[in-house]
């Protein structure tokens, strides 16, 4: 077990260490409805509520438990863990998009979390999307309409074609995929979480998104990145969080927790 | 410990303490130094309208993307838009026109009826929408930071888009049942704004509620559906209760029911044998009132709630 509260050597003068993300004992608790332990028929659902047991159909799923840690301005954290450890909970957290049971984060600026699949939609042509995506994150009409062609332009979207103009659901899954993160991209952030983002697209695609975000990093405060890939974490961060069952199992310079999480895994 | 955060309480924010004293403060007193804010904490009131406002665009363009969607599977496209109320004024003239006989004694019955159906359906589809507001929309409310109102006020915009093409219907068929536009068709759009207002306003309510309790989902088409009954959508209420003996206070409820009131306000615009002595007492005052009171008191109820939108 790594020190928690100040697990990496600074790297800079102490002075310069200035925190951008506080997570305090951070709790996060997921309420899941339906999930019908037992027979789901509607009988079975009546004899559950006459007989009071609603704790049946709910289930509590604790995702993240009691979680501490400070990121500094100019840091890049990786988050590792097998799936279901909790990790993309705890971004959402630390975004503000998940309320905390217990405990509390603290951030400097917004956070952003680099996903924008949710608002866009299948229906709408790729043009439609690009707009409604980047007013999703929160970017002025001005600022979408200066971005356009940018945006565009990295996806790679129209090399084969004009596919901007088609509806998004007669994208290949590739394809989609690379829009959005073109689209989530686009923007410039205080405090930058990215989900895996870096296993969209093919493999020039993957060069250019990773270029991409070592010039967000560059433009951002912090940036936090999940991921199932050892090397592109090596290649971007310089501090990890290990994840396991909610808790943090460890929190190190890059090398060393990646190694240890190596070692756990079998790889 | 406890000494220095007493000390450091008071002046942290005046004095700038030196870097190496970190290690002795809570995370609290950490964040509260650096200028650190709790994340998804509510922001207040005022700040809340300011960041709404300034999600202005979002809201209009997520309203016509979903009406957009809405038909883009459907051969007929848009068409829709129109052929869907269209359809459902026939079916309303169908069973209480025809079969039912409600149309005896109302003059223009068919403008009537389609008056009365075009805007309750206005008002149902915004508190079934908003009701769904967030609960439908977890997966968004989950990825993105914006004020969560965004979502209920877009929903009533999408429905308020609809509602004009129904509108376009509605010229056409007063029109071929002989109606000539007077000056008094103007006053559809206030009487229209302060609906609006007061849908979004149920709708908000409905959405924190929704959140909450998905279950209302199910529950609430049957609740709309009494509320239509009770509404005088396709019968005039002051036939149906003409020579019955009614307790007073059923007679002030059906008065002061804010969709009787809208779809009055409407009908007396756009008819002309719909005139002023149709209508129930002091009834722009019940518009505006219902529109300011549903209004302000579902978005403060709305916010009320803010960082609790999400979770499951």
């Known amino acids: 077990m790594a020190e928690q509260k100040n697990g990496i050597e600074p790297t800079k003068a102490a002075e310069a260490r200035i925190p951008t993300v506080i997570a305090d004992d951070l709790h996060i608790v997921y309420r899941v409805y339906g999930t019908g332990a037992g027979k789901g028929s509607a009988t079975a659902a009546l004899n559950r509520i006459v007989r009071r047991k609603p704790s049946t159909g709910v289930r509590e799923v604790h995702a993240v438990k009691g979680v501490s840690f400070t990121a500094y301005r100019g840091e890049s954290i990786g988050l590792i ?75 790679g ?111 | 410990m406890s000494t220095v955060s007493e000390t450091t309480h008071d002046s942290a924010v005046a004095m700038s303490a030196p870097p190496s004293s970190d290690e002795g403060l809570t995370p609290a007193q950490r964040a509260q130094k650096y200028g650190l804010s709790q994340s998804g904490a509510r922001p207040g009131l005022p700040e809340y309208v300011r960041q709404l406002w300034a999600r202005r665009h979002f809201i209009s363009a997520f309203a016509s993307a979903k009406l957009t969607a809405q038909y883009s599977q459907a051969k007929l496209g848009q068409v829709w838009q129109v052929a869907t109320p269209l359809l459902n004024a026939l079916v309303y003239y169908l069973i209480f026109g025809v079969l039912i006989g409600t149309s005896r004694g109302v003059p223009d019955f068919v403008p009537f009826l389609v008056t009365g159906v075009f805007i309750f359906t206005f008002t149902q589809s915004s508190v079934m929408a908003g009701t769904r507001a967030i609960s439908g929309n977890l997966g968004l409310v989950r990825a993105l930071h914006f004020p969560r109102a965004c979502l209920p006020i877009s929903f009533c915009l999408m429905q308020l888009q609809q509602l004009l093409f129904s509108m376009g219907v509605l010229v056409i068929i007063l029109l071929g049942f002989g109606q000539v536009p007077t000056w008094s068709w103007l006053l559809a759009f206030p009487a229209l704004v302060l609906q609006f207002v007061f849908n979004t306003g149920l709708a908000m309510v409905m959405a924190r509620l929704g959140a909450k309790t998905p279950d209302l989902a199910q529950l609430m088409p049957f609740i709309m559906r009494t509320w239509m009954y009770a509404s005088g959508v396709m019968f005039s209420i002051d036939l149906i209760l003409k020579g019955k003996h009614v307790p007073g206070f059923v007679e002030v409820l059906l008065n002061a029911n804010p969709a009787a009131v809208y779809i009055d306000l409407m009908r007396f615009a756009l008819i002309d044998s719909f005139t002023a002595a149709k209508l129930p007492p002091h009834v722009w005052a019940f518009a505006g009132g219902w529109a300011l009171l549903m209004g302000v008191v579902g978005f403060v109820y709305f916010w009320k709630a803010e960082e609790r939108y999400g979770r499951g």
């Open chain 1, 157 to 267: 979207i129209n090399e084969k074609g004009d596919f901007i103009s088609l509806p998004m659901r007669t994208y290949s899954s590739g394809m989609a995929a690379r829009l959005r993160f073109s689209i989530a991209a686009a923007k410039d952030h205080d405090v930058l979480m990215i989900d895996e983002a870096l296993a969209t697209g093919d493999r020039s695609f993957q060069k250019r998104s990773e270029a991409r975000i070592r010039e967000l990093r560059k433009e951002a405060g912090t940036v936090f990145l999940v991921s199932h890939n050892n090397k592109s974490i090596r290649d971007t961060c310089d501090r990890v969080l290990w994840l396991e069952r909610g808790e943090l199992l460890m929190d190190g310079p890059t090398d060393e927790v990646i190694k240890a999480y190596e070692k756990e895994t079998g790889k």
């Open chain 1, 81 to 155: 863990g097998s799936n279901g450890s909790g990790k993309s909970t705890l971004l959402k957290a630390v975004a503000g998009l998940l309320p905390a049971e217990r405990g509390k984060v603290y951030t400097h600026g917004q956070p952003s979390l680099l996903g924008v699949n949710a608002a866009l939609m299948n229906d709408l042509t790729g043009e439609k999307n690009v707009l409604l995506g980047g007013l999703a994150m929160g970017m002025s009409r001005e600022q979408v309409r200066e971005r356009y062609d940018g945006i565009v332009d990295f996806s």
